[in-house]
């Protein structure tokens, strides 16, 4: 089975600042995809960024970047220039794929910018 | 873009009592939607996978008279939570096709 953590509940970040999210999971798989999640307040579950495992070149989408390092199982999110309407949960998620694109979701991090 | 709509957004039903929450793809046909359902800051876990044309897929756990999963039409899944009690009270959220499609969630309160 497919494990999702991350270890940080809750993080803050000064607005204007960078802040990294982290995620470990745990497969046997060599093919999958990994996700960011953003679920702001109205609890809309927004896809901030994915990651084919099989590509070495980290994903970037604008101010959105990760950290990926397929051997130490590891998938951090970074966000440049924080701004006010990135506080809200992030989550990240495995999936593999063929088999039903089942998604495995982290517990979540609290993310608040502070203006 | 593709669009998956949930509804209703939010309801209200007394114990005993039955609610049906639809799962709508608006611009694409959905052979797979995924059911999941949120506790309060906590995570999405699977509840389900409906197939459209048989019999749903239901995670361990999850029990299948409780919790039942019709997907009737490629563009239409719906969930319907019986005999509701309090403890069932809680966020539901739909997904169909890929990662980028989440329906709006539900929220769930029995009294």
């Known amino acids: 089975a497919q494990t999702v953590t991350q270890s940080q509940p809750e993080m803050s970040v000064q607005e204007a600042e960078t802040v990294t999210l982290s995620c470990t999971y745990d497969?046997?798989?060599?093919?999958?995809?990994l996700f960011w999640y953003k679920q702001p307040p109205s609890r809309q579950m927004i896809l901030v960024i994915r990651q084919e495992a099989y590509k070495q070149q980290n994903a970037t989408e604008n101010r959105f970047s990760v950290n990926f390092q397929k051997a130490a199982k590891s998938f951090s999110l970074k966000i440049s220039d924080s701004q006010l309407g990135d506080t809200a949960m992030y989550f990240c998620?495995?999936?593999?794929?063929?088999?039903?694109?089942?998604?495995?979701f982290g517990t979540g991090t609290s993310l608040t910018v502070i203006p | 873009g593709a669009v998956v709509s949930q509804h209703p957004s939010w309801v209200i039903c007394k114990s005993g009592t039955s609610v049906k929450i639809e799962c709508r793809s608006l611009d694409f046909q959905a052979t797979t939607m995924f059911w999941y359902r949120q506790f309060p800051k906590q995570s999405l876990m699977l509840m389900a996978t409906s197939n459209e044309g048989s019999k749903a897929t239901y995670e361990q756990g999850v029990e299948k008279d409780k919790f039942l999963i019709n997907h009737a039409s490629l563009t239409l899944s719906t969930l319907t939570v019986t005999s509701a009690h309090p403890e069932d009270s809680s966020f539901y959220i739909c997904?169909?096709?890929?990662?980028?499609?989440f329906g709006q969630g539900t929220r769930l309160t029995v009294v």
């Open positions: 998620a495995f999936m593999k794929p063929y088999t039903g694109n089942q998604f495995y």
């Open positions: 497969t046997s798989e060599n093919n999958y995809y």
């Open positions: 997904s169909a096709r890929t990662e980028a499609f």
